[in-house]
């Protein structure tokens, strides 16, 4: 199985302020990685596919980055909406796995 | 617009089954359906995968002896049962259509997701 290991597991950050969070595979997954934004008591929402590309609806300020084993999501600007967990997930093969998740708070 | 509506919450006994509905409008039913688990207060753990358009499904090893995912293609519905309920089954329990891609290299990502059924197992 693929284990994916998120990076930090908890942020706090301050409106306005930009972040990135980091997402490590234990093999090289090219970019079959998504990630996803959940808040409280809501299904997760697509954020990036692809590794890099943003879902549509998806604000701008949001990014994704990286290939093989290494990626990275990163948020400028941050909003109030945009506090929340986010999880990647290797999409590669089965079983689909998730990073444990990043919450970021203020 | 693709939505996902799956079935209500449920309370069940320890060692009975559960079964949850999850049924897919606004697309075609071809593309794989997934089932994630989540606990409360964690994180999301994939529990299998079902292709409806030839009925295999594929499951995550911790769940193996317990879960079943079926797909009916006559009302565009996926199914999850989990048997021999354990306190700690307690969950939402999403389902999420898998989207595959159309570059070079076709990758594939989940959405969008149902609204998740609650699960509490209890005595």
């Known amino acids: 199985d693929i284990q994916m290991t998120q990076s930090p597991s908890s942020l706090s950050a301050s409106l306005g302020d930009s972040v990135t969070i980091t997402c490590r595979a234990s093999q090289d997954i090219r970019t079959f990685l998504n990630w996803y934004q959940q808040k409280p008591g809501k299904p997760p929402n697509l954020l990036i596919y692809?590794?890099?590309t943003l879902q549509s609806g998806v604000p701008s300020r949001f990014s994704g980055g990286g290939s093989g084993a290494h990626f990275t999501l990163s948020i400028s600007s941050l909003q109030p909406e945009d506090f929340a967990t986010y999880y990647c997930?290797?999409?590669?093969?089965?079983?689909?796995?998730f990073g444990q998740g990043t919450k970021l708070e203020i | 617009e693709v939505q996902l509506l799956q079935s209500g919450a449920e309370v069940k006994k320890p060692g009975t089954a559960v079964k949850i509905s999850c049924k897919v409008s606004?697309?075609?039913?071809?593309?794989?359906i997934n089932w994630i688990q989540q606990a409360p207060g964690k994180g999301l753990e994939w529990m299998g995968l079902?292709?409806?358009?030839?009925?295999?499904?594929?499951?995550a090893e911790k769940f193996l002896d317990r879960v079943t995912i079926t797909a009916d293609t006559s009302t565009d519905t996926a199914y999850l049962e989990l048997s021999g309920l354990k306190s700690e089954d307690t969950a939402v329990y999403y389902c999420a259509l898998e989207i595959f891609g159309s570059g070079s290299i076709v990758t594939n990502w989940f959405d969008p997701w149902g609204q998740g059924t609650l699960v509490t197992v209890s005595s």
């Open positions: 997930q290797q999409s590669h093969s089965t079983p689909r796995t």
């Open positions: 606004g697309s075609k039913f071809n593309t794989y």
């Open positions: 079902v292709d409806p358009e030839d009925g295999e499904a594929e499951y």
């Open positions: 692809d590794a890099s």
